[in-house]
């Protein structure tokens, strides 16, 4: 990306603010709105630097990093950093009502925060639903030295450890996505008029690239259960309530129209003995299975975390995760592909990309034996998914056994069926337009937030408290937390104390996963829960909401005022609505 000069003042204010010697990582983004060409049709769409995806960042961890947004498109925008923390910088967190207001048209904005965690995360938008209209990229931050890695848990000769510990300097991101030919505006009208959800999508990209595939409907209604019959030429499962259908433009549901795109290749040397990829799931409304055709790989980090590595041939990534993974070189010249397809049972839609080892010719390609199918399921009875129960953190952290705080927050429909609630109330995109709470803690209604201190420990237990719902891929904004338990059934306690009483077997707080990202046990047959804990250390107003784009457009959000007694001064240039040229 391209370097900028950006104002010097304000750079040394904020290097005095974090008594640092302001060694900075400077990038710039310009946001334009252009006609483009994705999946083999055009619409208008976000271009970043007159690309998509957005440029890749990469950091070294302890980096300060200075990142310009320039505006020239014809309505505001902002970016959230997916993962960072935001120690002591919340009002780069991205999020317009909350930490800062839309850039408008013709502005520029300068977040900076500093790379504290390594591992692999995403920036995108979070205004609206602008994140389906392009605007996102993969961040790398590679670890510090001092970081102990967990190579040596696959293996102990030095030449692998060697060719392990290269590979992940030279890792690269694999972004999976689905695409909509409708702009992230037009479907939000189309709700609106419709009372129907959009939960559906014209195509699965691999890096940007892919195809519109249309199955005809015999093989539809082969690859369906009966449960799901009988679902559109899209694979979509039809609304509860069609009748307002007929109000949704084709391309929403149905009306598929296959056009054909670039595929993504992976070029590879079997000399290198491993590649390192890192996962990333940023689809809409998407909970996609990734595998490689007879690549069985170690699953090393998940969400910016060493885990102690995990074989398996294929993972269910949730929409805002980040898996890193480690795949031997050690098959035959030839390409092998790589798949991503959906996993729920709103859509059946994948797509495809090669991983090609040196040497290779295209006649090659279509020799691969799949682990998966066209469904996200096991394509062999050996295929091994990563089990999620048996991810153990490396090294291992616990959190507190005491809780300051316990917040039940009930996950329902309210009213249309693209509205949702996260808590008692369903969180309007007007809420976007407030003054931001990091500058007028009052902007926003109570009903919408929630508030903790500083220092202190919180539960938050998402409570799904109806059937017939997909598993939500919950997000907190600014730090990590403790999966500390989940289960099936409504989550009848007032605390998870109260509750470990009558089923100490739901809980895990010897080895708990720590994530940014997470999902509830599916709610098919009847409620469920999920239990998360976390530690309040940086200050100010931050998101929590579930990742599914139509889910947290439609209201699935609740503002967390943590650490309302320690929250830092706003530099005098943030108080703006931008930061001027």
Known sequence: ????????????????????????????????????????????????????????????????????????????????????????????????????????????????????????????????????????????????????????????????????????????????SDWRHLTSEEIWQAQVASGIENFCANAVLINGKGSVLCLPQDRINEL??????????????????????????????????????????????????????????????????????????????????????????AVTIPIGGRYSILVELDQPAGEYAIRAANTGANQIINGTGFMRYEASTSNQRNLSQPSITETGSNATANTVFLDETSVVPFPVEVPSSDVDRTYILNVEHFGDSYHWTLGNHSFPQSNEEATPLLLNRSSIPTKYTITTLNNTWVDLIINVTTGGQPPHPIHKHSNKYFVIGSGSGAFHHHSVAEAVKDMPESFNFHTPQMRDTFFTPPAGAGPSWLAIRYNVVNPGPFLLHCHIQPHLSGGMALAILDGVDAWPDVPDGYELPSVAN
């Not at 120690?87 to 504290?116: E, F």
């Not at 639903?129 to 996102?136: K, M, T, V």
């Open 1 to 176: 990306m391209t370097p900028f000069h950006c104002r010097l003042s304000l750079l040394a204010f904020l290097c005095l603010v974090h008594w640092v010697s302001c060694k900075a990582v400077q990038f710039e983004l310009n946001l334009t709105w252009e006609t483009h060409e994705v999946a083999g049709a055009t619409r208008k769409m976000i271009l970043s630097n007159g690309q998509f995806p957005s440029p890749t960042l990469r950091l070294k961890q302890g980096d300060r990093v200075e990142f310009l947004v320039n505006n020239s498109m014809p309505f505001g925008a902002t970016v959230h950093f997916h993962g960072i923390e935001q120690r002591g910088t919340p009002w780069s967190d991205g999020v317009p009502g909350l930490s800062q207001r839309q850039i408008a048209p013709g502005d520029q904005y300068l977040y900076t925060w500093t790379a504290t965690d390594y591992g692999a995360y995403i920036y995108h938008a979070h205004t609206r639903s602008q994140i389906e209209d392009g605007l996102y990229g993969a961040i790398y931050i590679q670890p510090d030295d001092s970081v102990e890695r967990p190579f040596h848990l696959i293996a102990d000769d030095a030449e692998k450890l060697r060719a392990m510990h290269k590979a992940e300097m030279e890792t690269d991101p694999i972004i999976l």
């Open 224 to 313: 369906s259960t009966a449960a799901q019959r009988p679902l559109t030429d899209m694979g979509c499962l039809p609304p509860s309530d069609p009748r307002n259908i007929s109000l949704t433009p084709n391309g929403f549901l149905r009306g598929c129209t296959p056009s054909q795109g670039p595929t993504e290749i992976f070029e590879v040397e079997s000399a290198s003995q491993y590649k390192s990829w890192d996962l990333i799931n940023i689809a809409g409304s998407l909970e996609l299975a990734f595998s490689i055709d007879q690549h069985p790989f170690y699953v090393y980090a998940i969400d910016g975390h060493y885990i102690e590595p995990i074989h398996a041939d």
